[in-house]
């Protein structure tokens, strides 16, 4: 299975013609928007894009879109926030939002909450799709602290998903690998995207290209 991931638009109409043209391109059996799909709801981003791309797609929404943006995924049949599905052979389990920010931004989760939506969700080899890393994994920002989701660790550390697809920290894009692979493409809003092939083992790359 090969996923193109794509986090962090934040309404940016390069990121949504990139990827198209990446769907086009490399031809994914799935696409992943991990969150902040619009800058705080900005009106003037149209996301029926995601609507129109030719690949099955899942998609959940981030801290920085309003709590409108789940209803119009769940129209199009794409929101997986607070929901497990399978998809070529493989489950899918997504969390949207995040862990509390200092910035109280629109869709912030209590660290308790995140647990209590994703353990009854949660199994071992699953492909979980979070807009907010867990604690310590591609969560550091310009300040050096770790932001991560303290929730999100100790359900990774329990369940030992395949792999963790996310984004949130726009300076902390990588890939992480091991038992449990994480990775964060970067802001796609600066052109970052990432490609996650699963074929017995879990392969990943950075995609990059300069925003316009």
């Known amino acids: 299975m090969r996923i193109l ?3 962090d638009l934040h309404g940016s109409a390069h990121a949504a013609s990139l ?16 969150g902040d799909i619009t800058h705080f709801g900005e009106s003037s981003f149209d996301v029926s894009f995601i609507r ?3 690949v099955k797609t899942f998609a959940v929404p981030g801290n920085c879109d309003p709590p409108e943006l789940a209803e119009k995924l769940d129209e199009m049949g794409v929101n997986i926030h607070g929901r497990k599905v399978e998809f070529g052979g493989q489950k899918f389990i997504g969390l949207g939002g995040s862990n509390p920010t200092p910035f109280d931004t629109l869709f912030e989760i209590p660290e308790e909450e995140i647990t209590r939506l994703l353990e009854p969700l949660m199994e071992p080899g699953a492909i979980l799709i979070s807009h907010a890393p867990p ?7 310009w300040q050096g602290e770790h932001v991560g989701s303290h929730a999100l660790l100790d359900i990774v550390n329990k369940f030992r998903p395949r792999v963790v697809l996310t984004g ?8 992480v690998d091991g038992a449990v692979t994480v990775i964060n493409p970067g802001p796609a809003s600066r052109g970052k995207l990432g490609l996650v092939e699963i074929d017995g083992s879990v392969t990943t790359k950075l995609l990059s290209e300069t925003a316009r």
């Open 5 to 7: 991931l794509a986090t």
């Open 19 to 34: 990827i198209k043209q990446k769907v086009a391109e490399l031809s994914p059996d799935l696409f992943v928007a991990c």
């Open 52 to 54: 129109e791309l030719p």
């Open 135 to 141: 604690f310590g994994f591609c969560d550091l920002t």
């Open 168 to 175: 949130h920290i726009h300076e902390s894009p990588g890939i």
